[in-house]
C-alpha cells in the first residue's frame, strides 16, 4: 500500500538544513544586522536552532515593539548576504529528482518568507511546484492538508508536528538540529540518517512496499 491519497503523489520538503544549507548566510545576515542594531546578536546559536519563524528567533535579541521592523530589514539584507552564499543539502537534487521520476508534484513549505524561500531555491537550482512561506509547526500542517501532501520531509521536530497536523507521512532527515530520537518523539514515522536515503526509501514506497508505518 502506498502513502499516496491520490492518483498524483505529492511530496513536500522543508527549506532550510533539509534541502537548503544557508547557514553560512544566515549568520553573516544575522551578523550584520547586529552591527547595523548595535544589539549583540549570537549568530552562531542563531544557526544553531534553525526551524523556526525569523520573527520567533528575533524576540529573543530585540523589543517586541521592534520585531516587525528587525525582521523587514533582515530580509534585506538576506538577500544581500545570504543569497549569494546559498547552498543545497547534499542529496537535495537527488530527492527532488526521486520525486519526479514518479511523476510526483513537489512542495515546499517553509518557515522562511515565501519570496526568499523562491529565491534560494532559484539559486540552488531546484523547482518547486507550490511555494508555501512563513509557517511552522501547526501553520505548516494547514498548507500541507491545503495541497494534499501525501508525505513530507523535514529536520526539524516541528516539521514532524506540522506533517502529523496536516495529514502527511511524517519523515524526519537528521541533518539539522533535531537527533533522530527527538525527530520520533515529534511524531516521525519514518526516520533517514541523510537525504541521500530518500530516493531509496521513495521508491520502495511508490512500488508499495512500504506506507505509513512505524520510524525506520
Same mark, same amino acid.
Given at each position: 500500500?502506498?502513502?499516496?491519497?491520490?492518483?498524483? !503523489?505529492? /511530496?513536500?520538503?522543508d527549506l532550510d538544513?533539509?534541502?537548503?544549507?544557508?547557514?553560512?548566510?544566515?549568520?553573516?545576515?544575522?551578523?550584520?544586522?547586529?552591527?547595523? #542594531?548595535?544589539? !549583540?546578536?549570537?549568530?552562531?546559536?542563531?544557526?544553531?536552532?534553525?526551524?523556526?519563524?525569523?520573527?520567533?528567533?528575533? @524576540?529573543?535579541?530585540?523589543?517586541?515593539?521592534? /520585531? =516587525? #521592523?528587525?525582521?523587514?530589514r533582515y530580509r534585506?539584507?538576506?538577500? /544581500?548576504? @545570504?543569497? =549569494? %552564499?546559498?547552498? =543545497?543539502?547534499?542529496?537535495?537534487?537527488?530527492?527532488?529528482?526521486?520525486?519526479?521520476?514518479?511523476?510526483?508534484?513537489?512542495?515546499?513549505?517553509?518557515?522562511? #518568507?515565501?519570496?526568499? %524561500?523562491?529565491?534560494?531555491?532559484?539559486?540552488?537550482?531546484?523547482?518547486?511546484? /507550490?511555494?508555501?512561506?512563513?509557517?511552522? *509547526?501547526?501553520?505548516?500542517?494547514? @498548507?500541507?492538508? %491545503?495541497?494534499?501532501?501525501?508525505?513530507?520531509? +523535514?529536520?526539524?521536530?516541528?516539521?514532524?508536528?506540522?506533517?502529523?497536523?496536516?495529514?502527511?507521512?511524517?519523515?524526519?532527515?537528521?541533518? +539539522?538540529?533535531?537527533?533522530? %530520537?527527538?525527530?520520533?518523539?515529534a511524531g516521525a514515522?519514518?526516520?533517514?540518517?541523510?537525504?541521500?536515503?530518500?530516493? !531509496?526509501?521513495? *521508491?520502495?514506497?511508490?512500488?508499495?512496499?512500504?506506507?505509513?508505518?512505524?520510524?525506520?
Amino acid at each position: 500500500m502506498t502513502p499516496w491519497r491520490g492518483s498524483t !503523489p505529492v /511530496v513536500g520538503f522543508d527549506l532550510d538544513l533539509t534541502l537548503l544549507d544557508a547557514r553560512a548566510g544566515i549568520r553573516a545576515t544575522m551578523a550584520a544586522l547586529s552591527s547595523e #542594531s548595535g544589539v !549583540p546578536v549570537d549568530a552562531d546559536l542563531v544557526v544553531s536552532r534553525l526551524g523556526p519563524l525569523l520573527e520567533t528567533e528575533l @524576540a529573543q535579541w530585540f523589543p517586541a515593539a521592534e /520585531v =516587525p #521592523s528587525r525582521a523587514a530589514r533582515y530580509r534585506e539584507l538576506y538577500a /544581500v548576504h @545570504a543569497l =549569494p %552564499a546559498s547552498l =543545497p543539502m547534499p542529496g537535495a537534487a537527488e530527492a527532488v529528482a526521486a520525486v519526479r521520476r514518479i511523476a510526483g508534484r513537489v512542495v515546499v513549505v517553509t518557515a522562511k #518568507s515565501t519570496a526568499l %524561500a523562491h529565491a534560494s531555491l532559484t539559486r540552488i537550482g531546484i523547482a518547486a511546484d /507550490v511555494v508555501e512561506g512563513a509557517r511552522f *509547526a501547526t501553520g505548516k500542517g494547514a @498548507a500541507l492538508l %491545503a495541497h494534499r501532501v501525501d508525505v513530507y520531509v +523535514g529536520d526539524h521536530t516541528g516539521d514532524m508536528v506540522g506533517a502529523r497536523e496536516g495529514g502527511a507521512l511524517a519523515v524526519g532527515v537528521a541533518t +539539522g538540529p533535531c537527533s533522530a %530520537a527527538d525527530l520520533r518523539a515529534a511524531g516521525a514515522q519514518v526516520v533517514l540518517g541523510r537525504l541521500a536515503e530518500f530516493p !531509496p526509501w521513495l *521508491a520502495s514506497a511508490a512500488a508499495g512496499r512500504t506506507g505509513r508505518g512505524p520510524a525506520a
